[in-house]
């Protein structure tokens, strides 16, 4: 199936210029990811994912790459990050870092060699029509800015030119390549040859951005899962113990098809995330998720998504739950400290492998008074600065406040891990609470089974059952009653209240009670 130490990982995402400034300019660094490195390890999490830390103009954040085998100056050297590599193995935390394959940079240097008109090597590396007249509208384009005598599609931003690998389905074959042709795969070895750069480094794999996106005109995703397939091959061959995490949100073509060994579950429009976290009714209507004060969700819409996509991926991979993202509002924007919670007792006692976004531990804020920031747009507002202490700058720069990447949070009762290490009954204890629990028992890890055991169409509570635990959880402002069989069972863990009965169990209102079987 996957690689063995993915059985038992807790993932923790790290934004790095938002996360610790060693050196006082504003920004945080790789020192200062080093620094912190035990209070990931003390909260439990023991793998980490870095967003892009490559060279880069930052128009969108790092996620337009300049130079794939460079370390961003302001993040520090290519000897700041295999310091924090050897730091991180040495604490038995493993390293992903994020790979962008679908674009690079304007800036980058094939492109710069592309866009001359001159015969480079890279004449074909990026996909350009033959006349600059050229400018179907079904595509994203560029048109008359390059010297070269043809426009160039964009997957984002203007200045995120496609690589090409080429299309499934030829639609203008005077400009387009096969995603069989020599062409398309002499970029697919490009993104190979990046890839082993740092495997051979040491990392333990990649989170890949938009790994669906690489072949053009494939709805079905047919070339883009043969392309990952043969990078599957390359990393099982050389690269045994490496992973790859797809941002995809589609298990069935991501793992099973494509190879990945782990697939994210995220908030894509009308899919389990949102029935669970985000569904609303308008974009600012009445929040309507099942986990959501009020209690207006439906636990079987989420099931009707989920459970297939577990069944069809169960041995082949992971499905990840993440607690949020860099592009999406921190959890405080849509339900209570207390929802939070519940919600992190579901994530940590489902199936996958689970990823925690660095602040979510403490319940960080989604800011919505920023203006964008490095292409953040609406997403930069869940992109402030760790809050840690209540010294300067709340613990993250001993920089001026006016040079720092983004404003902090200092909003009435603002979190900070200061605050929460330590007591009782705070969004991080909890949390590492959990955390502890999971990766303390089996059945709780990452690829036990998974059981439903109560789950009604608009109902409160859900139940369901990992291996001999069996899980309560009742979002809900009222108390709800199971008719459940609890002899021979004990209490492991629970938030709020319960009652056990004979042949039921209560649960109380906003409750999450974890039950296993002795003996």
Same mark, same amino acid.
């Given at each position: 199936?996957?690689?063995?130490?993915?059985?038992?990982?807790?993932?923790?995402?790290?934004?790095?210029?938002?996360?610790?400034?060693?050196?006082?300019?504003?920004?945080?660094?790789?020192?200062?990811?080093?620094?912190?490195?035990?209070?990931?390890?003390?909260?439990?999490?023991?793998?980490?994912?870095?967003?892009?830390?490559?060279?880069?103009?930052?128009?969108?954040?790092?996620?337009?790459?300049?130079?794939?085998?460079?370390?961003?100056?302001?993040?520090?050297?290519?000897?700041?990050?295999?310091?924090?590599?050897?730091?991180?193995?040495? %604490? *038995? +935390? #493993?390293?992903?870092? $994020?790979?962008?394959?679908?674009?690079?940079?304007?800036?980058? &240097? !094939?492109?710069?060699?592309?866009?001359?008109?001159?015969?480079?090597?890279?004449?074909?590396?990026?996909?350009?029509?033959?006349?600059?007249?050229?400018?179907?509208?079904?595509?994203?384009?560029?048109?008359?800015?390059?010297?070269?005598?043809?426009?160039?599609?964009?997957?984002?931003?203007?200045?995120?030119?496609?690589?090409?690998?080429?299309?499934?389905?030829?639609?203008?074959?005077?400009?387009?390549?096969?995603?069989?042709?020599?062409?398309?795969?002499?970029?697919?070895?490009?993104?190979?040859?990046?890839?082993?750069?740092?495997?051979?480094?040491?990392?333990?794999?990649?989170?890949?951005?938009?790994?669906?996106?690489?072949?053009?005109?494939?709805?079905?995703?047919?070339?883009?899962?043969?392309?990952? %397939? *043969? +990078? #599957?091959?390359?990393? $099982?061959?050389?690269?045994?113990?490496?992973?790859?995490?797809? &941002? !995809?949100?589609?298990?069935?073509?991501?793992?099973?098809?494509?190879?990945?060994?782990?697939?994210?579950?995220?908030?894509?429009?009308?899919?389990?995330?949102?029935?669970?976290?985000?569904?609303?009714?308008?974009?600012?209507?009445?929040?309507?998720?099942?986990?959501?004060?009020?209690?207006?969700?439906?636990?079987?819409?989420?099931?009707?998504?989920?459970?297939?996509?577990?069944?069809?991926?169960?041995?082949?991979?992971?499905?990840?739950?993440?607690?949020?993202?860099?592009?999406?509002?921190?959890?405080?924007?849509?339900?209570?400290?207390?929802?939070?919670?519940?919600?992190?007792?579901?994530?940590?006692?489902?199936?996958?492998?689970?990823?925690?976004?660095?602040?979510?531990?403490?319940?960080?804020?989604? %800011?919505?008074?920023?203006?964008?920031?490095?292409?953040?747009?609406?997403?930069?507002?869940?992109?402030?600065?760790?809050?840690?202490?209540?010294?300067?700058?709340?613990?993250?720069?001993?920089?001026?406040?006016?040079?720092?990447?983004?404003?902090?949070?200092?909003?009435?009762?603002?979190?900070?891990?200061?605050?929460?290490?330590?007591?009782?009954?705070?969004?991080?204890?909890?949390?590492?609470?959990?955390?502890?629990?999971?990766?303390?028992?089996?059945?709780?890890?990452?690829?036990?089974?998974?059981?439903?055991?109560?789950?009604?169409?608009?109902?409160?509570?859900?139940?369901?059952?990992?291996?001999?635990?069996?899980?309560?959880?009742?979002?809900?402002?009222?108390?709800?009653?199971?008719?459940?069989?609890?002899?021979?069972?004990?209490?492991?863990?629970?938030?709020?209240?319960?009652?056990?009965?004979?042949?039921?169990?209560?649960?109380?209102?906003?409750?999450?009670?974890?039950?296993?079987?002795?003996?």
């Amino acid at each position: 199936m996957s690689t063995s130490w993915l059985k038992n990982s807790v993932f923790y995402e790290i934004y790095p210029q938002s996360f610790c400034d060693s050196n006082s300019d504003g920004i945080g660094d790789l020192r200062g990811i080093v620094t912190k490195l035990d209070y990931i390890k003390n909260l439990g999490c023991n793998a980490i994912w870095i967003n892009p830390i490559y060279d880069s103009p930052f128009m969108d954040a790092g996620y337009d790459v300049r130079d794939y085998k460079m370390i961003a100056p302001r993040y520090g050297t290519m000897e700041d990050f295999e310091h924090l590599l050897e730091q991180a193995h040495r %604490r *038995d +935390i #493993r390293i992903l870092l $994020d790979l962008v394959p679908g674009h690079t940079s304007d800036t980058h &240097e !094939w492109f710069q060699s592309a866009k001359t008109g001159f015969p480079t090597p890279h004449d074909d590396r990026y996909i350009f029509t033959k006349c600059v007249w050229d400018a179907p509208s079904e595509y994203r384009m560029m048109c008359g800015i390059c010297e070269r005598d043809g426009n160039y599609l964009v997957n984002y931003f203007s200045s995120q030119p496609a690589l090409n690998y080429g299309f499934y389905e030829i639609t203008h074959p005077e400009w387009q390549f096969s995603s069989d042709s020599k062409e398309a795969w002499e970029t697919v070895d490009a993104l190979k040859d990046i890839m082993r750069f740092w495997l051979d480094k040491g990392i333990d794999g990649f989170r890949v951005d938009m790994a669906d996106s690489l072949v053009k005109n494939d709805d079905d995703k047919i070339a883009t899962a043969k392309i990952w %397939r *043969d +990078i #599957r091959g390359m990393m $099982d061959s050389d690269y045994p113990d490496a992973v790859l995490v797809s &941002e !995809w949100s589609n298990p069935l073509r991501a793992i099973v098809n494509a190879g990945f060994h782990a697939d994210f579950y995220l908030d894509h429009p009308g899919n389990g995330f949102n029935e669970l976290f985000r569904k609303r009714a308008t974009p600012d209507g009445d929040n309507l998720s099942f986990f959501a004060d009020g209690a207006h969700g439906d636990i079987t819409a989420f099931l009707a998504d989920y459970v297939p996509a577990y069944m069809c991926s169960k041995n082949h991979g992971y499905i990840s739950f993440i607690t949020n993202n860099h592009d999406m509002p921190r959890a405080p924007f849509y339900m209570s400290e207390w929802m939070i919670q519940l919600s992190h007792a579901f994530i940590m006692t489902m199936p996958g492998v689970p990823f925690v976004y660095y602040g979510d531990e403490i319940g960080m804020r989604y %800011r919505t008074d920023l203006i964008s920031k490095e292409g953040g747009f609406s997403r930069t507002g869940s992109r402030t600065p760790m809050q840690w202490s209540h010294e300067k700058n709340l613990g993250f720069s001993d920089a001026d406040e006016d040079m720092l990447y983004l404003p902090l949070d200092y909003s009435e009762g603002y979190p900070t891990v200061e605050d929460q290490v330590g007591v009782g009954g705070s969004i991080y204890e909890n949390l590492k609470s959990l955390i502890a629990l999971r990766k303390a028992n089996p059945e709780l890890m990452n690829e036990s089974d998974f059981e439903i055991v109560y789950a009604k169409e608009k109902e409160y509570p859900f139940v369901y059952k990992r291996g001999s635990f069996t899980a309560f959880i009742n979002p809900s402002d009222e108390d709800k009653t199971v008719e459940f069989n609890a002899d021979g069972m004990k209490e492991y863990y629970f938030l709020g209240g319960y009652e056990i009965g004979k042949d039921s169990v209560i649960i109380r209102s906003r409750s999450f009670l974890l039950l296993r079987k002795e003996g």
